[in-house]
Protein backbone atom coordinates (compact mmCIF):
# COMPACT_ATOMS: atom_id res chain seq x y z
CA UNK A 1 0.00 0.00 0.00
CA UNK A 2 2.86 2.54 0.89
CA UNK A 3 4.52 1.80 -2.31
CA UNK A 4 1.24 2.47 -4.47
CA UNK A 5 0.88 5.79 -2.43
CA UNK A 6 4.51 6.69 -3.34
CA UNK A 7 3.87 5.83 -6.86
CA UNK A 8 1.18 7.59 -7.08
CA UNK A 9 2.72 11.04 -5.46
CA UNK A 10 5.63 10.16 -7.71
CA UNK A 11 3.66 10.32 -11.10
CA UNK A 12 2.23 13.61 -9.61
CA UNK A 13 5.37 14.88 -9.52
CA UNK A 14 6.52 13.89 -13.07
CA UNK A 15 2.99 15.08 -14.47
CA UNK A 16 4.01 18.70 -12.62
CA UNK A 17 7.13 18.50 -13.93
CA UNK A 18 5.64 17.68 -17.62
CA UNK A 19 3.35 20.21 -17.19
CA UNK A 20 6.02 23.30 -16.11
CA UNK A 21 8.01 21.95 -18.84
CA UNK A 22 5.34 22.07 -21.42
CA UNK A 23 4.23 25.90 -20.10
CA UNK A 24 8.13 26.65 -20.44
CA UNK A 25 7.98 25.47 -24.05
CA UNK A 26 4.66 27.35 -24.83
CA UNK A 27 5.97 30.21 -23.24
CA UNK A 28 9.24 29.71 -25.30
CA UNK A 29 7.30 29.46 -28.36
CA UNK A 30 5.29 32.53 -27.73
CA UNK A 31 8.33 35.04 -27.59
CA UNK A 32 9.40 33.62 -30.24
CA UNK A 33 6.63 34.24 -32.42
CA UNK A 34 6.24 37.96 -31.09
CA UNK A 35 9.93 38.38 -32.01
CA UNK A 36 9.25 36.64 -35.25
CA UNK A 37 5.98 39.50 -35.71
CA UNK A 38 8.02 42.65 -34.71
CA UNK A 39 10.61 41.33 -37.88
CA UNK A 40 7.97 40.85 -40.21
CA UNK A 41 6.86 44.19 -39.75
CA UNK A 42 9.99 45.90 -39.99
CA UNK A 43 10.59 43.64 -43.37
CA UNK A 44 7.15 44.72 -44.46
CA UNK A 45 7.92 48.58 -43.64
CA UNK A 46 11.40 48.30 -45.64
CA UNK A 47 9.37 46.55 -48.57
CA UNK A 48 6.93 49.63 -48.44
CA UNK A 49 9.85 51.86 -48.88
CA UNK A 50 11.62 49.70 -51.93
CA UNK A 51 7.80 49.43 -53.45
CA UNK A 52 8.25 53.46 -53.42
CA UNK A 53 11.40 53.84 -55.05
CA UNK A 54 10.73 51.16 -57.15
CA UNK A 55 7.60 53.30 -58.73
CA UNK A 56 9.67 56.68 -58.42
CA UNK A 57 12.33 55.24 -60.58
CA UNK A 58 9.82 52.88 -63.18
CA UNK A 59 8.26 57.06 -63.56
CA UNK A 60 11.78 58.48 -64.62
CA UNK A 61 12.47 55.14 -66.94
CA UNK A 62 9.28 56.19 -68.96
CA UNK A 63 10.90 59.25 -70.68
CA UNK A 64 11.04 58.92 -74.27
CA UNK A 65 13.98 57.98 -76.89
CA UNK A 66 13.09 61.52 -78.64
CA UNK A 67 13.18 63.07 -74.94
CA UNK A 68 16.44 61.55 -74.42
CA UNK A 69 17.82 62.71 -77.33
CA UNK A 70 16.78 65.89 -77.12
CA UNK A 71 18.66 65.94 -73.72
CA UNK A 72 21.65 64.55 -74.97
CA UNK A 73 21.91 66.97 -78.01
CA UNK A 74 21.31 70.24 -75.72
CA UNK A 75 24.02 68.70 -73.40
CA UNK A 76 26.00 67.69 -76.03
CA UNK A 77 25.69 71.96 -77.60
CA UNK A 78 26.51 73.22 -73.95
CA UNK A 79 29.45 71.15 -73.43
CA UNK A 80 30.57 71.97 -77.28
CA UNK A 81 30.61 74.97 -76.87
CA UNK A 82 32.25 75.71 -73.36
CA UNK A 83 35.11 73.42 -74.43
CA UNK A 84 35.52 75.70 -77.74
CA UNK A 85 35.52 78.60 -75.34
CA UNK A 86 37.92 76.88 -72.73
CA UNK A 87 40.57 76.19 -75.78
CA UNK A 88 39.94 79.42 -77.32
CA UNK A 89 40.93 80.97 -73.77
CA UNK A 90 43.66 78.45 -73.35
CA UNK A 91 45.30 79.53 -76.53
CA UNK A 92 45.21 83.17 -75.77
CA UNK A 93 46.89 82.45 -72.33
CA UNK A 94 49.23 80.88 -73.94
CA UNK A 95 50.38 82.98 -76.66
CA UNK A 96 50.53 85.93 -74.19
CA UNK A 97 52.41 83.89 -71.63
CA UNK A 98 55.11 83.07 -74.68
CA UNK A 99 55.46 86.14 -75.86
CA UNK A 100 56.05 87.62 -72.44
CA UNK A 101 58.68 85.28 -71.67
CA UNK A 102 60.09 85.93 -75.56
CA UNK A 103 60.42 89.73 -74.63
CA UNK A 104 61.81 89.18 -71.12
CA UNK A 105 64.61 87.08 -72.85
CA UNK A 106 65.79 89.63 -75.82
CA UNK A 107 66.28 92.16 -72.83
CA UNK A 108 67.97 90.10 -70.30
CA UNK A 109 70.23 88.14 -72.95
CA UNK A 110 72.99 91.12 -72.55
CA UNK A 111 72.49 91.19 -68.95
CA UNK A 112 73.12 86.98 -68.44
CA UNK A 113 76.10 86.62 -71.16
CA UNK A 114 77.51 89.30 -68.46
CA UNK A 115 77.22 87.55 -65.64
CA UNK A 116 78.48 84.14 -67.64
CA UNK A 117 81.37 86.20 -69.23
CA UNK A 118 82.25 87.76 -65.46
Not at 12 to 29: P, T
Not at 70 to 81: C, I, Q, W, Y
Not at 86 to 113: C, H, M, P
Amino acid sequence: MYDLIRSVGKSERDLDREIRDAFDALSRSSNLVDDLGVVLREREQKLLILRKEYERISELSKMTQAQADAVSKSLELALGRSARRERLIAFGINIITGLIIFVVGVYASDWIKGLVGA
